[in-house]
């Protein structure tokens, strides 16, 4: 077999490949066109299955009372293990993942949660001053919401906005007062 | 990585990349041009690639619709978060950090616990907001992937040390050791000076326990000034100088702003006196032997050889004598040095000495520093004090009040500690703070002596050139991982607080010594570690807990002594000055000390490589300094290597031509050749500490003949500034201190028009005022910029190809004839035009215009077309050619980058954003404590550092700033104000108090055209 046969052939299982590996690992149900690659919909399966729902749904828990950070710092980030044993030192202790969660929490590791909600290193997003322009009177009950979704509805939590770049404009055009739309006010 | 230094060949490399060994160099070995990213033959593989690429890439477009995501990223959260950190806000410590002569107050800004950029502690007495490069740069050595990890246990027999049979060890084996070694008593301690009281309270009770005895010796040593200090005044001090006070100052050979003793603290003095404005300005005289910082910034400026520094004094202190009445005796008038013996014009001594005379008690005579370490050093030493003292300066511009007592260095120490070992009498030493092998001369046989003691023992943090050779080696972990408390000058009680937990598992000297002493049975205090016992000292006097803490924040406690009276100059002085006539034939030989290099102790800091050295811009590389002329007469040029020959110790070394060098000096600096320990220093350059002389029980550093032989080699030097001259334009502008007076600025301006419309700033209006009289070129800035804004070191090929990243250079011009030019320093930057040409030939707008008048670059849309570089008349954008980010992924190297800049990868333009995060940053404070942003809230990371304050950023909408108020004044200037970019940045003309004419670059003040002139010389066309 020449060569030119031998590319021809490397083709065509090349196709067969991309055909097959796109195709079943792709989740039509929140396929929609211009929103390829931004992740809306992402709902990983995380290593302590922990309901949002349950937490600031059913049991009314307010954001801030675990996403602490999100007043003062660029990141909510997520809380350490100490905030989760105010409560579940006492509360629901005979769940397995409770229990999984106490013994990382008495031998003094860590959780690998898998981050959803995702920006290029880049970008460079502030969740204070977000927050605080959402805290306005009218705001205030939709400041987390806003970009995140009905959270307290979550049993997985799950990706809503596309967080693209178009999708942050959009807002910074079209909000009063406006946000800036510098470069720099983002990338630097 | 591997520690064992073995001296295989082929160890050289040209980038970090090769060194290293990473990826993607391998792959440009097989794959790539070094100028351009594509193979012009593109291969099959090539082919092959992109066809992958374009039928996967459907594969990816469907597949990442939704659910699977790569990479996935990992959130790992505290487990217990700290009251004090909040993710990504930063704290700050008050700290401190000492360099070899010079202390410094810091504040350190960690983040998640790790150190991320030192600043000057802006209200400490020495260096205020001031650093040195070295200082910002001594980040970096805390994350260095070759600092020792723990401690290590060489072979005990002597004979088979060299065999490098090293384990690593734990700390308490390592102290069972240690301790049995103690108990049979001569232990030995050669350390060098440190300024801490607590230190040495402790090293004396530990030598105390086992009959043991401390040596001290500094690299960077001052024995010759303490012993004549002590001759004519009576003590052994470091006099403190105070420059702020001084109208004159006469430096002979002393490189006080940039080596010598404190040049950060002596540069912020410096500066107070050179104000234009003012009535008087301070005026710089330098006679030296190869150009330092020092020399570079004088207003006059003479050559001398090393040998002829004694004779110049006393040509100097005759003259002055006899403006006073008096004279010299005839034995030392013998010595004294005429205007033609020196090669001077006539009558410059003369005029020299009548300045002098004319500002008695406001003038400042210096000498000093390894360039002074001659036959003469001593004798130099005591000119010096007698001039200082005949012209009433005594007590005024020098005190003994707030001296650096604690520089107790001796060249006596080392051999004394070298016949006491010959004597058997040591078993055991320590060496601490010092790296002896690498730092003395072989030829003075310390390395051997090393082999009759029973155990060595060294604190280094790398398997270096000593600790090779040691048994025992107890990393003491970098300064910012330990506590100690310094008084750096008399009365100035500094805190070095540690920023960050010990990466490795180091023990800090002290806590060494405390648990040494305590394994052998004797124990020196009940506190368990050092920490413990300096709390308990410093609480004593400080006072409550509550000003214990108080302390720490403000980080130093006492002040300069301002004030005190004049010592009498000892009537016998005079008759101890016993000059030694020179011997040398031909050329001598000069060691000297760079800026960034000096001892060499940071020479692993990649940032310190790729400073280019402030005088000659050479980077990876030392060089063997010719005179223009010397090496005319030699048929040497730049890059040729010679041989170099000292009383039978010879190195090869490139040569470099050294305009305003004395025509009878060859130079070379300390700092280099790196052996062992230091992988990435490692063959850079050669030591130039091998060629120092132990003659008389004393190091001469300087003052030998020496003898260069050419050879048929070259190397290419990696110099960053290829042009020495400015082409004829007005790149920098310069008056004379009377000129300016007489309202000659040396800026010629330029009548200019644009037809583009201006832009409009409603909010903030971004400026930068740099004041080219103020800077003297110590390159702080560089590296401060390159630790905040995590900008890549590209090693000495890319070098080569002109492809270093720094977003602020030093460019250095030299004016007048090569012998004895003027120079003149200019930090560039992007300049943030107005009408910016990047900007507009960009085709895919990665570069634009922000409403505040920032010019962004957006790294995510650059193609790397290149355009911009390409376009922009002042060279400020810097390319990513490779992966240069990679060497930051390497080991801890990585925890050095500052997570608000973005780490830019191949085929990225990037350039100065002005710091847009720090702007970003003040905005958010302001906003969050409800108010508008305040002059002076933003600091760039260059102006932050800057000893001078040379660099002022702020806003032009504030008609109140400091940066308005400086771009109002007549001597601001543009660059290339012709070409009509319209920069945001200004200079501001150097004025130099000379009465030479000045010859200047461009037009200076004569018109050249009267089409052409500027009508109205401030008049702001564009802004």
Not at chain 2, 29 to 48: H, I, T
Not at chain 2, 295 to 308: E, I, K, R, T
Not at chain 2, 644 to 650: L, Y
Not at chain 2, 651 to 669: C, D, H, M, R
Request: aromatic share 8%; proline share 4%.
């Amino acid at each position: 077999m020449s060569f030119r046969h031998q590319a021809r052939l490397g083709q065509l299982l090349a196709v067969t490949v991309a055909l097959i590996v796109g195709l079943t690992s792709c989740n039509w149900k929140q396929f929609t066109w211009g929103h390829i690659g931004y992740n809306t919909g992402y709902a990983p399966k995380q290593p302590i299955p922990f309901s949002h729902k349950l937490h600031a749904g059913d049991n009314k828990i307010q954001c801030l009372y675990c996403h602490t950070n999100v007043e003062y710092a660029k990141h909510s980030a997520i809380p350490s293990l100490n905030i989760c044993m105010n409560c579940h030192l006492l509360v629901a202790t005979d769940k397995p993942a409770i229990q999984e969660l106490q013994k990382k929490y008495f031998a003094g590791e860590s959780i690998n949660w898998v981050k959803v909600h995702m920006l290029p290193d880049h970008v460079k997003f502030n969740h204070k001053r977000h927050v605080h322009r959402f805290s306005q009177p009218e705001d205030r009950y939709v400041a987390c919401q806003k970009c995140h979704g009905e959270v307290a509805k979550m049993d997985v939590i799950e990706q809503i906005s596309s967080l693209s770049m178009g999708w942050c404009i959009d807002c910074h055009r079209s909000s009063e007062p406006k946000g800036p739309l510098n470069c720099s006010t983002c990338h630097h | 990585m591997e520690n064992t230094p073995v001296d295989t060949p082929n160890q050289y490399w040209k980038s970090l990349d090769e060194k290293y060994q990473t990826p993607e160099f391998l792959k440009t070995l097989e794959n790539e041009f070094a100028s351009s990213p594509l193979k012009s033959e593109d291969g099959q593989d090539g082919l092959a690639r992109r066809q992958f690429m374009k039928l996967m890439g459907a594969s990816v477009a469907l597949s990442a619709a939704a659910c699977v995501r790569r990479p996935v990223q990992k959130i790992i959260p505290y487990n217990k978060r700290p009251a004090e950190i909040i993710p990504d806000l930063p704290n700050y410590y008050a700290s401190s950090w000492f360099d070899g002569t010079q202390g410094l107050g810091l504040v350190v800004k960690t983040r998640e616990g790790r150190p991320l950029f030192v600043s000057g502690n802006a209200e400490h007495p020495l260096n205020g907001r001031g650093l040195s490069a070295r200082a910002s740069a001594h980040i970096l050595s805390l994350y260095d992937p070759d600092r020792l990890k723990g401690p290590i246990f060489n072979s005990v027999n002597p004979k088979k040390r060299r065999n490098s049979l090293r384990a690593d060890a734990k700390w308490e084996q390592i102290d069972a050791k240690v301790a049995a070694q103690l108990k049979k008593g001569d232990v030995a301690l050669l350390t060098a000076s440190y300024p801490s009281e607590h230190t040495q309270n402790l090293i004396s009770s530990f030598l105390g326990k086992f009959s043991g005895k401390k040596y001290v010796w500094d690299t960077m040593t001052t024995e010759s000034l303490r012993e004549a200090q002590k001759i004519s005044y009576g003590s052994a001090v470091v006099p403190s100088y105070h420059f702020d006070k001084s109208l004159l100052t006469v430096s002979l050979d002393a490189d006080f702003l940039g080596t010598y003793l404190s040049p950060v603290h002596f540069t912020r003095n410096f500066n107070l006196s050179r104000n234009p404005e003012g009535k008087k300005m301070a005026k710089l005289i330098s006679f030296h032997s190869v150009p330092s910082l020092t020399a570079l910034n004088a207003d006059d400026g003479y050559q001398v050889a090393a040998s002829q520094q004694l004779g110049l004094a006393l040509g100097l202190l005759q003259r002055v004598l006899a403006g006073k009445g008096s004279g010299l005796t005839a034995e030392l008038k013998k010595f004294a040095l005429t205007d033609e013996q020196l090669g001077f014009e006539n009558g410059t001594l003369t005029t020299v000495a009548k300045q002098l005379l004319e500002n008695s008690g406001e003038s400042l005579v210096m000498a000093g520093g390894i360039q002074c370490e001659t036959a003469n050093a001593i004798n130099l030493q005591l000119v010096v004090n007698w001039l200082n003292s005949a012209l009433g300066n005594e007590g005024k511009t020098i005190t003994a009040q707030s001296s650096y007592q604690s520089l107790e260095g001796k060249t006596a120490d080392i051999f004394e500690l070298m016949k006491q070992i010959d004597d058997g009498k040591v078993k055991t030493l320590i060496i601490h703070d010092l790296n002896p092998v690498y730092s003395l001369p072989t030829s003075l046989g310390f390395e051997k002596r090393l082999d009759k003691v029973e155990m060595v023992i060294t604190t280094s943090n790398w398997m270096d050139e000593t600790s090779y050779l040691a048994n025992v080696v107890a990393p003491a972990g970098h300064p910012m991982e330990n506590w100690n408390e310094f008084e750096f000058a008399k009365g100035v009680h500094t805190i070095q607080q540690p920023t960050v937990r010990p990466l490795g598992d180091t023990r800090s000297f002290e806590d060494s010594l405390l648990m040494w002493a305590q394994a052998a049975g004797s124990e020196i205090t009940p506190e368990k570690t050092f920490f413990e016992l300096l709390k308990k000292k410093v609480s004593g006097t400080v006072g409550s807990e509550a000003e214990w803490f108080e302390y720490l924040q403000k980080g130093f406690r006492g002040q300069v002594a301002e004030g005190g009276s004049a010592r009498g100059l000892s009537s016998a002085a005079a008759s101890q000055i016993q000059p030694v006539e020179s011997k040398v034939e031909g050329l001598e030989l000069v060691i000297f000390p760079t800026v960034h290099m000096t001892d060499g102790s940071l020479a692993n800091v990649s940032w310190l490589q790729e400073l280019p050295d402030p005088v000659s811009k050479i980077v990876w590389d030392n060089v063997l300094t010719l005179s223009p002329k010397t090496a005319k007469d030699m048929g040497i040029k730049d890059g040729t290597v010679v041989t170099v020959e000292v009383n039978g110790a010879s190195l090869k070394v490139p040569a470099y031509i050294q305009p305003g060098q004395s025509n009878k000096v060859a130079g070379i600096a300390l700092g280099y050749g790196r052996q062992a320990g230091m992988e990435l220093a490692k063959n850079v350059g050669v030591n130039a500490a091998q060629l120092i002389q132990a003659i008389d029980g004393k190091f001469q550093y300087a003052g030998q003949s020496v003898k260069v032989t050419k050879t048929s080699e070259k190397i290419e030097l990696a110099i960053t500034q290829g042009h020495n001259s400015m082409e004829g334009r007005q790149i920098v502008a310069e008056s004379t201190f009377k000129g300016y007076k007489d309202g000659k600025t040396g800026i010629h301006r330029h009548q200019i028009f644009s037809i583009w419309g201006q832009h409009k700033y409603d909010g903030h209006k971004w400026g930068m005022s740099i004041d080219l009289n103020t800077c003297t070129g110590c390159s702080a800035c560089m590296v401060a910029c390159q630790s905040e804004n995590n900008i890549p070191v590209v090693g000495k090929k890319y070098v080569l190809q002109g492809r270093e990243m720094h977003w602020i250079r030093i460019d250095r011009y030299y004016s007048g004839s090569e012998a004895s030019p003027d120079a003149v320093f200019q930090p560039v930057l992007c300049q943030h035009c107005e009408n910016a040409p990047c900007e507009t030939v960009c085709p895919v707008l990665a570069t634009v215009h922000s409403d505040e008048g920032l010019n962004d670059m957006v790294y995510n849309r650059c193609v790397g077309t290149r355009y911009c570089s390409n376009n922009c008349p002042y060279k400020v954008r810097r390319f990513n050619w490779f992966y240069y980010d990679g060497h930051h992924r390497k080991e801890n190297l990585h925890m050095a980058l500052n997570p608000e800049v973005t780490v830019r990868t191949r085929g990225v333009m990037e350039k100065c954003t002005f710091c847009v995060q720090r702007i970003k940053d003040s905005k958010n404070t302001a906003r969050d404590e409800n108010r508008s942003l305040k002059d002076g809230d933003i600091k760039t990371a260059c102006e932050e550092v800057c000893p001078t304050s040379a660099i002022t950023f702020g806003d032009l909408n504030d008609k109140d700033s400091k940066v308005s108020q400086m771009f109002a004044s007549q001597r601001q200037y543009t660059l290339l104000e012709e070409v009509n970019a319209a920069p945001r940045v200004r200079y501001m003309a150097k004025i130099r108090n000379t009465d030479r004419a000045m010859s200047n670059g461009h037009h200076g003040d004569e018109k050249h055209a009267p089409s052409h002139d500027a009508k109205d010389s401030n008049k702001e066309t564009h802004t």
